[in-house]
């Protein structure tokens, strides 16, 4: 009865966001009947998945070390489930390159019956929607939840004979409003982002604080429950290291354990094919390979340091110079058209329906939109700038980076709301997504919900969301500056 | 849940018939002194009714612009003691919207003054790229006199807005008033508006005092135990009757678990009675409370 009771409160709740939203929002709005067009993914080179500029050699060979497990995919042998949402990190992390987000083929539907597992998909995966993982928001008893709850389970796989679980009923806790989603964040970037001091990122979301006063924002830092450090890393910056990251997703993610989590989350002893605990422990001997210091590695170990060194994504700005020169570059399978000086080539098959001159994203509209960005609010805590500091790695040490993120969680409001508390994180609370890599992007929100630039925007506004004023200012501007915002975007 | 409904109901009917009784006075005497109920009142209390936004905690009534209303809420208080008061918009047949906000002073970095906190403004706007400032930081006056209250005003301007930032000091907080118009005459008639604001004091409200919690005015304390575990600090504002005895505790942002716990414990504190040229008075302060053997500390 409590569930039910939660479960309608949700429903209402949802409804009354989207009927307040739905009277409140046209107040501002243009008049005007035609709206911005998101460009569409951006197409011409990845611009992502190399090494950080300036790694010795030593560390490239660490890198690319690296790099090879982070795409390798796990069988059971290998300590794969008994639950799992994907088998390899590469699968989730992969467009537009490796390290990053959710590719536009989800592989999460081959793999629910590969090698004979007789996963049931559940509903909200599908072949061409983002990856995603499951979370329940509240415990059958009413208790509150918040839990990664795996979709898959290795039960008829060929490689796990004799294992047989159920996968949880989503049905049953969708009818109930009880699962939220998450989707893959992208890594590039990431070592500047952990080598960045607490100082520094107090600092940075201090400095804006009187345009932040004028925009109804405020936003504070996830700390860690241990040290009392700002986390960083995650939807709702929830993890303190990228160590941390690597070892929880091993395990959450593709049900691996690790020196970080060394428990099985399935208790079935029938289920346990792997008898080592650990199963994915530090070696004590060498496993050789190109990079002698990362043959003495553990997986986890690896995959942040992939993740470390892995470089931010290069916006259109430089990448455009290349793909313009490129003839085959200038038109596309897309109906976005590009014009001379264009630093938007549309990536073959995107859906968007753009057609008109305004959506030509041009450089001056792309310095344009990052000029009404600014203006309107949206840098008030996607902070163009951070600086790393001292750091082991060179590359890493002291460099300006442009994540467009204070990495502050702020309250979003009641539309994108999970009711998931992490950390310092409330339900209502996500970090500020970092921008930088975001017109490669395919999926959008912390559930994916859209593909859509704009719609993301929208969403930024409902009842209660610090970026009500910034989306008010937004939708009061004429639709060329917004299709310039969008434009901009698109370019980074 | 139904009865949490209904007290809140009874409690925001009962805010606002104080807020409205507060109003009457103040047009009819100016300045005068509010009942108990006001005073208990959390600065978050405010609301549009019929076309006028009250909020009793600040003894502000301000009649809206013609076809204004209310927007989306804003986010619960900060837990840097920031309010997003009230988000007016534009309904039909007009533009604009006018954000109303404060930030508690005792969970800000101390600005000497107004004047300071609009050059902040000033620069902190002049640095976006494509901002412009149409008026440098200037002291006006808002509200009815002959209670009207002096300001500091800055506009500036960017991509198409027009925007005024009004900023002045009450019970202990920076209120903001922000004005986003298409064009200046949208942005004038809007910071016009602000004329009709009417403002009520308390006769002897509270005297603001930094850090009071801090001092050796503190003659007994008990640690809150049961708060929840947090490494943020958790902000909290009370006001010290002038026999020393805490008369209101306003828990700015915890979970309900911390806000109950904080909430009795500092009802216990005692104080020495604060005076001022011999005359007890009431003090109004902030607190920064931290989990962890119960370690309380002031503001910092």
Partial sequence: MAKRTFASACSLASMSAILVASVSLPSLAPAQGRGPTDPGVRGGAAGAGDPITGLSATERAFFEAAKDVFAETDGVPDGLGPRFNLDSCLGCH????????????????????????????????????????????????????????????????????????????????????????????????????????????????????????????????????????????????????????????YNVEIGVTNDLFPSEREGNAACQFNHTHPESPTPLESEGGASPSAGFQSDIALFAAFMRLLAPPTPASATAAVAAASPSSTTTGSTVVASAGSVLPAAA????????????????????????????????????????????????????????????????????????????ANGREFRTAPLWGVGQRIFFLHDGRTKDLGEAIAQHASRGSEANQVIQNYNALSVDDRQAVLNFLRSL | MRRLLHLGAVASLATVLASALAAVLAWRYGETILPFAVTSAMPQDGGVADGVY????????????????EGLAGPDPSQSGYYVLANLVAQAGGAGTILIAAQDTFFDKPHRDLAEAASEVRDTMAQIEGMSIDREPAEIAIGRRPASRPAWRVDFNGVGLYRAMIMTEMRCHL???????????????????????????????????????????????????????????????????????????????????????????????????????GRAVEVETGLALRSGGGKVTSTD
């Fill in chain 2, 175 to 277: 209120l903001s008033i922000t004005l986003t118009a298409r064009d200046p005459q949208e942005r004038e008639t809007l910071a016009q508006s602000l004329d009709r604001v009417s403002l009520t004091a308390r006769r002897d409200p509270p005297v603001c005092i930094r850090d009071y919690a801090g001092g050796d005015q503190l003659v007994h304390k008990v640690a809150p135990t049961d708060i929840m575990p947090s490494r943020t600090p958790i902000p909290a504002r009370i006001i010290i009757g002038s026999d020393g005895v805490v008369r209101h505790v306003h828990v700015i942002r915890a979970t309900n678990a911390q806000r109950k716990g904080i909430e009795d414990v500092l009802r216990q504190w005692r104080f020495k009675p604060h005076t001022i040229n």
């Fill in chain 1, 349 to 424: 098959g995107t859906t968007s329906t753009a057609t008109t001159s305004s959506t030509t994203s041009t450089s001056a509209t792309v310095d344009r939109g990052r000029q009404v960005f600014a203006n309107v609010g949206c840098a008030a805590c996607h902070t163009r700038t951070q600086r790393s500091g001292g750091a082991n790695v060179a590359a890493l040490s002291n460099v300006t980076f442009e994540p467009y993120s204070d990495f502050a969680v702020h309250d979003m409001g009641d539309r994108l709301a999970d009711g998931v508390s992490q950390g310092e």
């Fill in chain 1, 94 to 249: 992969s467009q537009p390159a490796s390290g990053g987000s959710a590719p536009a083929v989800n592989p999460q539907v081959a793999v629910a019956t590969l090698l004979g597992a007789r996963n049931t998909l559940p509903s909200f995966i599908t072949a061409n929607g983002p990856v995603r993982e499951a979370r329940f928001v509240r415990n059958p008893d009413g208790s509150p939840d918040g839990g990664v709850h795996a979709l898959f389970v290795i039960t008829g796989r060929s490689d796990a004979p004799g294992c047989s679980i159920a996968q949880p009923n989503f049905a049953a806790e969708l009818s109930r409003n009880n699962v939220v989603f998450r989707i893959p964040t992208p890594t590039f970037g990431l070592g500047l982002v952990e080598s960045t001091p607490d100082s520094a990122l107090e600092a940075s979301l201090a400095a804006n604080s009187q345009q932040k006063r004028a925009l109804g924002i405020s936003g504070r830092f996830n700390h860690n429950g241990n040290d009392g450090t700002i986390a960083r890393f995650g939807w709702k910056a929830q993890n303190k290291s990228l160590l941390l990251f690597s070892g929880e997703a």
């Fill in chain 2, 54 to 69: 009250t909020n009793a905690y600040f003894g502000l009534s301000y009649p809206l612009p013609k076809g204004f209303g």
